[in-house]
Antibody, heavy 120, light 109 residues
Framework: QVQLQESGPGLVKPSETLSLTCTVS????????WSWIRQPAGKGLEWIGR???????NYNPSLKSRVIIFVDMSKNQFSLELSSVTAADTAVYYC??????????????WGQGTLVTVSS | SYELTQPPSVSVSPGQTARITCSGD??????AYWYQKKPGQAPALVIY???ERPSGIPERFSGSSSGTKVTLTISGVQAEDEADYYC????????????FGGGTKLTVL
């Protein structure tokens, strides 16, 4: 069964770039799409964006100007970079697998999530 | 932007049926998906493509669609079903391909 694990700094300073990596095990990154989703404390889920194994990306329009998602097939990993962060970006960040090609996209396997706090 | 509307909370006694609704202008043209979210755990997909149940999800979970509203039904609710439930879909144009509802807190009395 496929498993996903997020990793990266738990604390990021305001105005800096948040960087997270998701390592996929139990299956190949090839053939699927891979998403990042976040959840601020006490709030709902927010989709950040996704990437295919070929590198094709789709981003949430509200975050598009600050987001980059890229894939490293040799390491079976994909990564998120979110620039110019503020306290509003403090959240638990999840990586997930998307089995579908057509919209609406959805996720069937999720990582456990990692808390990222934006603070000086 | 595109919005999905869920009730903030639903309460039922064990053994009863819980129904959680989600309204969106793009239904029924777009599929709906439902996730269960427990504190400290990753979301779990419980319904996909309106009414399909992933393997391993109990049969008491079902989904339906009618007009601009979709419904997650949990029959014979158990204490372990207490969680937040999120519907998810996208707008008709594809501009917003993934939108989550605000979530519904299911309380098992």
């Amino acid at each position: 069964q496929v498993q996903l694990q997020e990793s990266g700094p738990g604390l990021v300073k305001p105005s800096e770039t948040l960087s997270l990596t998701c390592t996929v095990s139990g299956g190949s990154i090839s053939g699927y799409y891979w998403s990042w989703i976040r959840q601020p404390a006490g709030k709902g889920l927010e989709w950040i964006g996704r990437i295919s194994f070929t590198g094709s990306t789709n981003y949430n329009p509200s975050l598009k100007s600050r987001v980059i998602i890229f894939v490293d097939m040799s390491k079976n990993q994909f990564s998120l970079e979110l620039s110019s962060v503020t306290a509003a970006d403090t959240a638990v960040y999840y990586c997930a697998r998307d089995p579908g090609v057509a919209t609406p996209y959805y996720s069937d396997y999720w990582g456990q999530g990692t808390l990222v706090t934006v603070s000086s | 932007s595109y919005e999905l509307t869920q009730p903030p909370s639903v309460s039922v006694s064990p053994g009863q049926t819980a129904r959680i609704t989600c309204s969106g202008d793009a239904f029924p043209n777009q599929y709906a998906y439902w996730y269960q979210k427990k504190p400290g755990q990753a979301p779990a997909l419980v319904i996909y493509k309106d009414s399909e149940r992933p393997s391993g999800i109990p049969e008491r979970f079902s989904g339906s669609s009618s007009g601009t509203k979709v419904t997650l039904t949990i029959s014979g609710v158990q204490a372990e079903d207490e969680a937040d439930y999120y519907c998810q879909s996208g707008d008709s144009s594809g501009t917003f391909p993934v939108v989550f509802g605000g979530g519904t807190k299911l309380t098992v009395l």
